[in-house]
């Protein structure tokens, strides 16, 4: 996948995330706004997806009308991409709505190819309702594995003092971020929920995967349409699911991202000013 713009390309290639304005028209934002209201939320205080809902007629119907919404302005900046389905992603209101920094699933095989997500928001996001804010150029620091029984790592926001952008978007534009790049946002301080939607977008020949561990082994798996309507809402929930193994791997094999690793490689790449370096040793 590639953008067709090469200065968004090269921003995208720099930070792990890039705006793009004018993408989506507001009569498709309508077509979203009222797919949500068929959910019939009225009362949410957290980050929430319909992917996490057994809800799988409703969830195949949102994901088709996705592709098809999405389908001209991804031609339109794209080149050599598949697009992986979409799905809502909510912002309820209050402190609980605070999504900390974090990578998102790997859905492809990142050793080989990229996946990234289309962020679109139906209203106007700025800091005060939950922007998307990243961690500059995290993309770049590791080729690990995330997945429902590998999670990424968690930061709350304190926890980095550098590097962190924030892209606050008009309606109609939206964020693509790879996935490997740390992103999160702050709590939904209005009185409304953030209704936005995630479509996911990779190399036009990957194939769809998820890592899903039982003790020392891996399974790589098949993330075919059953494995998005029905497995990750189960196995999300602990639950059992008879899905399509690819291969076997054994745990210590893969590169899994911890605290520790990261903050080397934050500071690596966002050293400490001379003042905290002294600051940090006093509060040893």
């Known amino acids: 996948m590639r953008l067709r713009s090469d200065r968004l390309q090269r921003i995208y290639e720099e930070d792990g995330a890039v ?7 507001k009569d ?20 929430h997806s319909n992917m996490l809902d057994p809800i799988p ?3 195949q119907r949102f994901r088709n ?5 999405f389908d001209d302005p991804i031609k339109r900046h794209f080149k050599d991409y598949r697009v992986a389905g979409g799905a809502f992603l909510l912002k309820g209101c209050g402190k609980n709505s605070l999504s900390s920094l974090h990578q998102d699933w790997n859905i492809v095989d990142e050793s080989v190819y990229e996946s990234a997500t289309i962020f679109c928001p139906v209203e106007d996001v700025t800091l005060k309702n939950g922007c998307l804010q990243i961690i500059k150029g995290s993309h770049k620091w590791f080729n690990n594995v995330r997945s429902i029984t590998m999670p990424s790592v968690f930061l709350n926001f304190n926890q980095v003092d550098k590097g962190i952008k924030a892209l606050p978007l008009k309606a109609g534009d939206v964020v693509v971020f790879n996935h490997r790049v740390f992103h999160g946002s ?6 409304k929920i953030r209704v936005a939607v995630a479509v996911g977008i990779t190399s ?4 769809f995967i998820h890592y899903h561990r039982k003790n020392e082994e891996v399974n790589i798996i098949e993330a075919n349409d059953d494995f998005s309507y ?7 929930k602990g639950e059992e699911f008879d899905y399509k ?6 745990y210590n094999q893969l590169e899994v991202t911890d605290i520790e690793k990261f903050n080397v490689a934050y500071r690596e790449h966002y050293p400490l000013n001379i003042f905290n370096r002294v600051l940090n040793k006093f509060n040893r």
């Open 230 to 236: 029905h497995g990750i809402a189960k196995l999300f």
């Open 65 to 69: 009308k996705c592709v098809e919404l």
């Open 57 to 59: 007629e409703f969830n």
């Open 245 to 250: 193994i690819i291969e076997k791997v054994k």
């Open 204 to 207: 036009k020949n990957a194939k």
């Open 28 to 47: 498709k934002l309508k077509v979203i706004q009222d797919y949500f209201e068929e959910l019939k939320i009225n009362d949410l205080d957290k980050i």
């Open 186 to 191: 702050k709590a939904n301080l209005s009185k």
């Open 19 to 25: 705006i793009i304005h004018n993408f989506i028209t």
